[in-house]
């Protein structure tokens, strides 16, 4: 047997693999195939707002001018209307830009690792004992392209991806990933280079990167921070030099909050708008969305390791006590992470460097996750396309703690290049087997009635989950159905807006006229500056001859949002 697994290590590690031409060949593929089933996945929830009636993109010229840019989010606002400028509402454009980023961010985790190794922390010249336990230099390095591209291989193909993904609008969580992962591999590349001008673009190009993901999505908040940290755990330096160094990556920590407080008056703003700008549609309070978060992330990391129930609509329970068993047990694994990073960072200065790679990972998925699971309060607690950028931290450490466990558990049966050789294999069928359930999991995206039956199975007392399948239902004439769910949705959430004007619209179409009116008028009690309840309610006047009243509506649809009118389909999906 073992001269079986000796020959097996020598089959699966050819120096083919190890070429970044056919890492990135194999990376390229499975991006491909993985969600080569979406490109016809219709909008789903807030791509209505934020692409379908959003007149902001409609437009490219309202991306002409500078001051456009002073705004949040705008980079991502700027992708959807060139979308839109070229192909208007066929979603396989967007799908196919979507696809794409996610494909250059597996690429930018390879080289990330490659990146890694070839600091001054990991390099030959520095390391007075072994990268991996009982490898030479020769195969430590091989080790680093193979850690380099089963990182990529399991960010790509991993089924937690798909909401980032398939879900349009969440463009703005993958493109910021984007711009995150290109602004640290150009500060390594601008730290590892010998040539100053080499230096000096991909110092540029970092702090570009920077700025770019801070207009695209509030998370890249803590790029500068990790910046400070790749910095301080793999180059050597002082203080001083340190701080020269990254300062003007700190100084970009002020866009964020510049941006989401405007350009006028802005201390001012800052100061007055503080609490309205740290929480998002939620009067949830701040400690109890942070004991919340401290289950959350526990379901994150078992997303992560065990991809199974995956939904859109989660109903998850609100914790209000520290001392609840969930929450006190979930703080308690966090903690000992934390330990756990500091740990391997300071025992990888005497033994085994690869435990500061793991501990990187540990920080970067903590790290990353702070800004959406901290003590800033969103409407939804938990939602999987919030995983995809902490996700470099876990493919990180994963792959990094598979390798350092094959070469020290392994190698004493056999030998340290069987023993990881048998890593590979494993980690081969669990990518595999990840890629056949993202597979999976897309193709559910594409249907928009088994899609919600699925989120309803696993959430039965989403009230908005009930609404969407009503919404599927309408599209397809099954309004007997779609007034059963929405009449559920309503009872489930009587001041739930949306589910309001889609069990009018529901109504409306069975010819029910004046349970459509009384529905709608009741969403409009909810939120009077509704464009859809005030247009849906016009029809419905028209619908009755009451032409007077019908025109009112409109003009005050109209007059809230013009664009309303480009989309003929007036129920929502929200």
């Not at 794409?100 to 990146?115: D, E, G, M, P, R």
Request: overall charge positive.
């Amino acid at each position: 047997m073992k001269k079986n697994i000796s020959y097996l290590s020598s089959a699966l590690s050819p120096d083919v693999f190890y070429r970044p031409a056919v890492a990135t060949l194999i990376i390229l593929i499975l991006g491909a195939l993985v969600y080569s089933s979406t490109l016809s996945v219709p909008f789903y929830l807030d791509d209505k707002t934020s692409i379908v009636i959003n007149p902001d993109i409609k437009d490219i010229n309202n991306f002409t001018d500078l001051s456009a840019f002073a705004g949040n989010r705008v980079i991502g606002k700027l992708t959807f209307a060139l979308n839109y400028a070229m192909h208007g509402l066929d979603v396989t454009g967007y799908h196919i830009f979507n696809i794409t980023v996610h494909i250059i961010n597996a690429l930018l985790v390879y080289w990330l690792v490659l990146q890694i190794f070839r600091t001054p922390f990991f390099s030959k010249a520095a390391h007075g004992h072994e990268i991996f336990p009982s490898t030479d230099s020769d195969f430590s390095d091989r080790l680093a392209g193979f850690l380099a591209l089963f990182s990529a291989m399991l960010f790509v193909v991993h089924p937690v991806q798909t909401q980032a993904v398939t879900y349009i609008c969440q463009r703005y969580a993958s493109l910021t990933t984007m711009f995150y992962l290109l602004a640290v591999v150009s500060y390594s590349v601008s730290r590892n280079a010998l040539v100053p001008t080499k230096r000096i673009i991909g110092y540029a190009v970092s702090l570009l990167s920077v700025i770019l993901a801070m207009k695209t999505k509030e998370i890249a908040f803590t790029l500068p921070f990790i910046i400070i940290l790749y910095e301080c755990i793999f180059f050597p330096g002082t203080a001083k030099t340190r701080i020269l160094r990254t300062l003007p990556f700190l100084l970009t920590l002020l866009i964020i909050p510049l941006s989401l407080a405007g350009t006028q008056d802005v201390a001012t703003a800052l100061i007055s708008r503080a609490d309205e700008a740290t929480r998002l549609g939620t009067d949830l309070p701040r400690l109890d969305y942070v004991f919340t978060q401290c289950r959350v992330i526990v379901t994150y990391i078992r997303l992560l390791f065990f991809p199974i129930n995956q939904m859109l609509d989660y109903d998850y329970p609100i914790y209000r006590s520290f001392l609840d068993p969930d929450v006190f047990f979930s703080f308690f694994l966090l903690l000992v992470l934390v330990v756990l990073a500091v740990v391997g960072i300071v025992a990888s200065r005497k033994k085994y460097r690869i435990l500061r790679l793991i501990s990187f990972g540990i920080v970067w998925f903590l790290l990353t996750l702070s800004v959406e699971s901290s003590v800033i309060p969103i409407a939804d607690v938990i939602f999987e396309h919030r995983l995809y950028l902490p996700s470099v931290g876990f493919v990180l450490s994963i792959t990094s703690t598979l390798i350092l466990c094959g070469a020290l558990l392994a190698g004493k049966i056999y030998s340290v290049r069987s023993g990881i050789t048998m890593i590979f294999l494993l980690l081969a069928i669990y990518i595999s087997a990840l890629g056949v359930a993202a597979y999976k999991r897309n193709e559910i995206w594409v249907r928009p009635i088994m899609f919600w039956e699925d989120a309803l199975r696993k959430s039965p007392r989403k009230a908005r989950s009930y609404c969407c399948l009503g919404a599927a239902y309408v599209n397809i004439g099954r309004f007997d159905k779609a007034i059963a769910l929405c009449e559920t949705a309503v009872a489930l959430k009587p001041d739930y807006l949306y589910g309001r004007i889609n069990l009018g619209f529901a109504y409306y179409c069975s010819g029910f006229i004046d349970k459509a009116i009384e529905h709608y008028l009741a969403a409009l009690q909810l939120n009077p500056n509704s464009a859809e309840a005030h247009l849906n309610l016009s029809l419905a006047y028209k619908k009755k001859g009451l032409f007077e009243k019908a025109a009112e509506h409109e003009r005050l649809a109209k007059t809230i949002n013009r664009d309303i009118f480009r989309d003929k389909r007036h129920s929502s999906s929200n």
